[in-house]
């Protein structure tokens, strides 16, 4: 019998500037994917199901007035965070010009006074153009570690969704292993990121990706384009069933805002191709409000969490 009583669907997008089918930033940099893709497409697309969409901002999206307009003068339900991409920001900033350039570093590879100093400088870039503090975080290419989670805990954020269970990710610069992460929202512990530890209202909140572990294959993300429908409901089903001891269930979905701008990644090509990716994603998340699911911000799921006694462990 199902102890679940809750179960919470959010939606985390970075949020960046266009690359190319190579997965390469755009040269000439443009930004179609904020100044068109949130308002008119992917906007629209969450009021029609209800969904609360949280988009998480690259230092470049954050430095084009234009982009910032756009994000000021957005309608509808949304939360906006912060992405790291640590090659772009000072101290040790290594581009100036993001045109036509890739950023593989992780910012966990960082001295931890170098990692803190860029988080410190992102969050600032976001207030001063923003007018408040961000609250929610991913880092760039996942590359996060325990250091990172007291960093992001000293500049007043609450929630981090760079985890990925069961995905190891190598860069020429460091690996990050979240193999044995949890597979639900939870407290991290000081010392490591993928294992739980002492729950209280000033600790970071980790929120992982969704995604379904498979024998000897890659697993399946919860993610549109990645994943069929069917494929996004038998995710949903896996995680009610292995989870039925929970009170909370959350399901995170995660993309780049690119990925509904033709040709700006590796996956949409044609607008055909782009309304397909919204149709799909929209499907998949009616579904799971058919199933008795509530759409929520990214820190709506820790809040989610913290009106339940039952934190996953």
Same mark, same amino acid.
């Given at each position: 019998?199902?102890?679940?009583?809750?179960?919470?669907?959010?939606?985390?997008? $970075? @949020?960046?500037?266009?690359?190319?089918?190579?997965?390469?930033?755009?040269?000439? %940099?443009?930004?179609?994917?904020?100044?068109?893709? %949130?308002?008119?497409?992917?906007?629209?697309?969450?009021?029609?199901?209800?969904?609360?969409?949280?988009? %998480?901002?690259?230092?470049?999206?954050?430095?084009?007035?234009?982009?910032?307009?756009?994000?000021?003068?957005?309608?509808?339900?949304?939360?906006?965070?912060?992405?790291?991409? @640590?090659?772009?920001?000072?101290?040790?900033?290594?581009?100036f010009d993001y045109a036509g350039v890739d950023s593989p570093d992780f910012q966990c590879s960082y001295p931890p006074d170098i990692e803190y100093q860029k988080l410190k400088n992102l969050t600032m870039l976001f207030e001063n153009q923003l007018g408040y503090a961000p609250r929610s975080f991913r880092a760039g290419r996942y590359g996060l570690?325990?250091?990172?989670?007291?960093? %992001?805990?000293?500049?007043?954020?609450?929630?981090?969704?760079?985890?990925?269970?069961?995905?190891?990710?190598?860069?020429?610069?460091?690996?990050? $292993?979240?193999?044995?992460?949890?597979?639900?929202?939870?407290?991290?512990?000081?010392?490591?990121?993928?294992?739980?530890?002492?729950?209280?209202?000033? #600790?970071?909140?980790?929120?992982?990706?969704?995604?379904?572990?498979?024998?000897?294959?890659?697993?399946?993300?919860?993610?549109?384009?990645?994943? #069929?429908?069917?494929?996004?409901?038998?995710?949903?089903?896996?995680?009610?069933?292995?989870?039925?001891?929970?009170?909370?269930?959350?399901?995170?979905?995660?993309?780049?805002?690119?990925?509904?701008?033709?040709? @700006?990644?590796?996956?949409?090509?044609?607008?055909?191709?782009?309304?397909?990716?919204?149709?799909?994603?929209?499907?998949?998340?009616?579904?799971?409000?058919?199933?008795?699911?509530?759409?929520?911000?990214?820190?709506?799921?820790? $809040? @989610?969490?913290?009106?339940?006694?039952?934190?996953?462990?």
């Amino acid at each position: 019998m199902s102890s679940i009583e809750d179960i919470v669907v959010t939606v985390t997008i $970075d @949020a960046e500037c266009d690359y190319d089918p190579n997965w390469i930033r755009s040269k000439p %940099l443009t930004f179609r994917s904020i100044q068109e893709g %949130l308002p008119e497409r992917l906007q629209p697309a969450f009021a029609e199901v209800g969904a609360v969409p949280t988009y %998480l901002l690259t230092v470049e999206v954050l430095e084009d007035d234009a982009c910032v307009q756009t994000l000021r003068s957005l309608q509808g339900d949304f939360e906006l965070g912060t992405h790291l991409h @640590a090659a772009f920001i000072e101290p040790q900033k290594k581009f100036f010009d993001y045109a036509g350039v890739d950023s593989p570093d992780f910012q966990c590879s960082y001295p931890p006074d170098i990692e803190y100093q860029k988080l410190k400088n992102l969050t600032m870039l976001f207030e001063n153009q923003l007018g408040y503090a961000p609250r929610s975080f991913r880092a760039g290419r996942y590359g996060l570690s325990s250091q990172s989670l007291r960093s %992001l805990q000293r500049l007043g954020y609450r929630v981090d969704t760079s985890i990925t269970p069961h995905i190891r990710w190598t860069e020429p610069n460091a690996t990050v $292993d979240f193999r044995k992460a949890p597979q639900q929202p939870y407290y991290p512990s000081d010392e490591h990121i993928d294992r739980p530890g002492a729950a209280s209202e000033s #600790t970071m909140f980790e929120v992982p990706v969704t995604v379904k572990p498979r024998f000897m294959r890659n697993p399946l993300w919860f993610r549109p384009w990645f994943s #069929t429908v069917d494929q996004m409901k038998d995710i949903f089903r896996y995680h009610v069933k292995k989870h039925s001891n929970q009170r909370v269930l959350s399901i995170n979905m995660m993309f780049h805002s690119m990925e509904i701008i033709e040709k @700006a990644s590796p996956y949409p090509q044609n607008l055909s191709e782009v309304q397909y990716f919204i149709e799909q994603m929209q499907e998949a998340l009616q579904w799971c409000e058919q199933e008795g699911a509530r759409f929520v911000s990214l820190n709506g799921v820790r $809040d @989610a969490f913290q009106t339940s006694t039952d934190l996953s462990r």
